[in-house]
RNA sequence: GGCGGCGUACCCAAGUGGCUAAGGGAGCAGUCUGCAAAACUGCGAUUCGGCGGUUCAAUCCCGCCCGCCGCCUCCA
């Protein structure tokens, strides 16, 4: 049974759908005027994985995932640079598809657009405005807080402390300094569309109420975020649903983590932020194998603790993929026509599969299934020297990828990963060189060499004719050199060589 | 100030009122190997920020303290 804590109730709960095996999913995109970091990317992921595990589990997930396409910071970056404001929009909204299809996320089942809503977001305003939940002044309408008597209900914040300890410049017109704006009327050269109120556009929170209503009404399941959006736009959305409606909004609310780098949240305002393309840019490996590290990385934490970005870190990753992507090769290599260990390592499938299951079902629990990765993968090694037939070696290799494929990993061919065939003119570099930009100590002490595709099989075939010679030191020289370019050789017991990086 | 969270080995990171405190990375040693790498085997927290309390029993429950972080304003 799967268990998920819910932000609203502050427990882990058995997750019950409305619907029986029918999950609606809202998830709060980005606001496109600028790149995505890495803090975009953890979010995207968690939710990603959640859906997977929903979709391996046999739930029919209906996922929507939002962009909010129309909003005071768009305007402003439409104006700095001079470009209309739905440029931006779009500019930035391809970037986010570029970088999220990197990343390995499946594009969400409906990624609505604000702008394409707004029918329904006046529709739902003129309801609050009709229920004497919102008021408006000079075309702008307000949620009348005061109204809605379970506001603060979702992050546990009582009404009257906020209003007293508002810290924003309060504006004289509104009646509450808690009432939030649902529509604003626009200035010249503002986004703007018709309204009862006159010509304005959207507040923040209004288009997410409109969109989750209108795209899955009331089997909305699970609703997401970061944990920053838990207040105000939360629980502002739950108070507009919720008082347009009369009905409960979502049931369960599930909140990740952020990424920390130096303990300290990523954010653009501490400037301590990587944005995923630079990351990509920056990494030593190829797209696809970054990818993949990028994910093992941030799913090897729980959800909802804080995740700690360094390249340390990242390089952990790799290491630990790395183990597993060894097996993999080990796999299609080291079969027998009938194995030994053939029973033993089914049984151990079988197993793993519940072990799996059962992280999973822990509120994702996405650390503890890595972790029965790694046990599978050296029960694994163990049953590769005791010998195993080809077929079963196919089993184990497919439960690896089925499973993976949850979170994300083990997707790729082993033989990619990085034996030959890959890219291999590579700038050598230990640290990823981001060491300068978040003031951590100068370490990065870059050796860059590049070696053409022709120069390392020559160099190899050096070697080899050196080691039939028993010429050992001049093939350590060699060995030295190709290790100088980031290649690795690794003489195998039938007299091949393989070549990784 | 209000609310919430965290502090587990060199690093990352699970976890439980009592059974060996998972797993990974790094390290060290052994097997193997021309050497190396990989793999395998072994080593590595008598202890879970500190101090008290509850309990037959606490890292896990309660209280206090110390340190760190987040939200309360836009933010994944």
Redesign the pocket.
């Known amino acids: 049974m799967l268990k998920i804590t819910n932000t609203l109730t ?1 427990k882990k709960e058995p997750f019950r759908p409305v619907r029986n095996r029918n999950v609606g999913m809202y ?5 496109v005027y ?1 790149l ?9 992921v968690v939710f990603d994985v959640i859906r997977r595990y929903l979709d391996y589990k046999k739930y029919k997930v209906r996922y929507v995932k939002n962009f ?1 396409d129309v ?3 768009i305007i402003k970056r439409a104006n700095q640079e001079g470009k209309p404001w739905l440029d931006v929009a779009e500019t930035y909204i391809r970037a986010y598809r570029e970088d999220m299809s990197r990343l390995g996320v499946q594009p969400a089942d409906r990624e609505p657009k604000a702008t394409e809503y707004i029918p329904e977001m006046i529709r739902l305003i003129e309801t609050l405005v009709k229920k004497e939940t919102a008021y408006a002044i000079d075309g702008d309408v307000y949620y009348r807080v005061k109204r809605f008597k379970n506001y603060g209900k979702l ?4 009404a009257d ?2 209003a007293a ?4 410049e309060v504006d004289e017109r509104k009646e509450n ?2 009432d ?1 704006a649902l529509w604003k009327a626009s200035k010249p050269g503002e986004p703007t569309w018709d309204s009862p109120w006159g010509p304005g556009r959207p507040g ?2 209004i288009e997410c109420s409109a969109m989750a209503l209108k795209l899955l009404g009331r089997g909305l399941d699970i609703h ?10 939360h629980e502002n959305e739950i108070a507009q649903s919720e008082g347009a409606t009369g009905k409960p909004f979502a049931r369960t609310w599930i ?6 780098v130096n ?8 400037g301590n ?1 990587f944005t995923i393309r630079e990351v990509f840019e920056k990494s030593p490996w190829p797209e696809a194998v970054t990818a993949e590290v990028l994910r093992y ?1 941030l799913v ?3 959800y ?5 970005f ?1 390249d ?2 990242l ?3 790799k ?2 993929l ?2 597993f992507y ?2 993999f090769l ?1 796999l299609r290599e080291n079969t027998l026509s009938v194995g030994r260990a053939d029973k033993q390592a089914r049984i151990a499938l079988q197993n793993f599969k519940k072990r799996f299951e059962k ?1 999973m079902d ?2 994702f ?1 996405t ?2 299934a ?6 599978l ?6 049953m ?2 005791e010998g195993i037939s080809k077929s079963t070696a196919k089993q184990i290799e497919s439960t690896f990828q089925k499973l993976g494929k949850v979170l994300g990993l083990f997707q790729l061919d082993p033989e990619s990963w990085r034996v030959k065939g890959v890219k291999l003119y590579l700038e050598l570099s230990d640290e990823l060189k981001l060491s300068d930009k978040i003031g951590m100590s100068e370490k990065a002490h870059v050796a860059k060499i590049d070696l053409s595709d022709e120069q390392v099989q020559t160099l190899i075939m050096e ?1 080899e004719e ?2 039939r010679n ?1 010429d ?2 001049r ?2 020289t060699v ?1 030295k050199k190709l290790a100088h370019a980031g290649i ?6 039938d007299g091949t ?2 070549i ?1 990086r």
């Open positions: 502050g998830v709060c995109g980005v606001t600028d995505c970091h890495l803090g975009h990317a953890r979010s995207a909010t909003d005071d910071k992050s546990k914040r009582d402390e906020l300890g508002a810290r924003v300094p808690l939030f923040w929170h997401g975020g970061g944990k920053d959006l838990i207040f105000p736009h909140h990740n983590g952020f990424v920390n303990q300290e949240k990523m954010s653009k305002s501490l932020f990385f090897s934490t729980q909802r603790s804080p995740i700690d360094s340390d870190a390089k952990s990753a290491a630990g790395d183990n060894d097996l080990r992280a822990d509120d629990n650390a503890i890595i972790a029965e990765f790694q046990k993968r050296s029960t694994m090694n163990r590769t020297q070697r050196a080691r028993k050992w030191s093939a350590d060995r690795i050789i690794e003489d195998r017991p060589t393989r990784k």
